[in-house]
């Protein structure tokens, strides 16, 4: 009887730590392990088929991550089950709020982010990273009868107040463009929201006046929400992100980042990635625009070797 306690006891501490922080498992999706060996990429990294990939996202960015651990969609969602797919590598999902995602991939409890994820220098210093295979900026969605400006100017924000979802990327750098416009004696308020869901219908009610976001979220939210006639999108003109997947610095993570690389490489030149970009956004967020970008990832075989003393 006190071995059956003790086995059950362990059980449920296993299961209680698997679900920490909220996350959400997903059983691992079927991918076909067989190998085209006629096909050069397929034959080179043909070792991955097979194995299993933890993938983290968080369920709520729109058009990118979208639903629970059993049906997730969204151009994140479909650009790494194109390489996993490709390659043979089954996926084990988890969805977790996004800000533990990060702290689950230095502990290895995930392999990699499917979530909208760009580079910082703090990030550059703990983790690597593969090619980019989208880019992102900041814009904001207001009502078109308020007469928003077109050049992105933010004076016109002046004594106005922008949401956005609380603790996420695009509300942080909201908030530094707030701070750095109150040094110019433009003060703008700021409203945080729970959930990226609630973020455009507070414009739309006049519980704020502006939604700041993601470009490719306002453009998906505007014409998917049926906001179209009511909103206006104002470019920030805010530096350009790549999008990217980011790993533990571990050897075995090695051959997961050549692999990517040259598949979103390949991704690129054959239109897939602007193929789901249109899909999504109609609009191609793959190319490299034009501007400031705010930070480059080191990429290829030299992934791991920069940024490591």
């Not at 306690?5 to 498992?25: H, I, Q, R, W, Y």
């Not at 703990?126 to 880019?135: C, G, I, S």
Request: with cysteine; charged share 20%; net charge neutral.
């Amino acid at each position: 009887m006190k071995k059956t306690l003790v086995c059950l006891a362990v059980a449920l501490s296993l299961f209680t730590t698997a679900f920490a922080n909220g996350a959400k498992e997903a059983p691992a999706s079927e991918a076909p392990v067989k190998v085209d060996m006629s096909d050069p990429l397929k034959a080179k990294w043909a070792s991955l088929a097979g194995k299993t990939l933890r993938v983290g996202t968080g369920g709520v960015q729109l058009g990118w991550t979208m639903g629970d651990a059993s049906n997730l969609e969204g151009m994140d969602i479909d650009v790494i089950k194109y390489i996993c797919d490709y390659y043979g590598i089954k996926i084990q999902w988890t969805v977790s709020e996004y800000s533990s995602l990060w702290g689950m991939v230095q502990n290895g409890v995930i392999d990699t982010i499917a979530n909208l994820t760009t580079v910082n220098k703090d990030r550059l210093k703990l983790y690597w990273f593969t090619n980019t295979y989208a880019w992102e900026s900041y814009s904001i969605a207001g009502r078109k009868a308020d007469g928003i400006p077109a050049d992105g100017d933010m004076a016109y924000w002046n004594g106005k107040t922008l949401c956005g979802e609380a603790g996420s990327n695009a509300t942080l750098v909201m908030e530094q463009i707030i701070a750095a416009q109150k040094e110019k004696g433009i003060t703008i308020k700021e409203l945080d929201l729970d959930a990226a869901a609630v973020v455009f219908p507070a414009v739309a009610q006049k519980r704020a006046d502006g939604a700041f976001q993601c470009t490719s979220t306002v453009a998906y939210a505007v014409q998917k929400s049926g906001y179209s006639d009511m909103m206006f999108v104002q470019d920030v003109k805010w530096k350009n992100m790549p999008i990217v997947y980011g790993w533990a610095r571990k050897e075995s993570n090695k051959e997961y980042i050549l692999a990517f690389n040259e598949l979103i490489d390949q991704m690129h030149k054959d239109g897939t990635l602007a193929k789901f970009s249109q899909k999504w956004f109609n609009q191609d967020v793959t190319k490299l625009p034009e501007g400031e970008v705010n930070y480059v990832t080191t990429t290829g075989d030299n992934a791991w070797q920069s940024y490591q003393k």
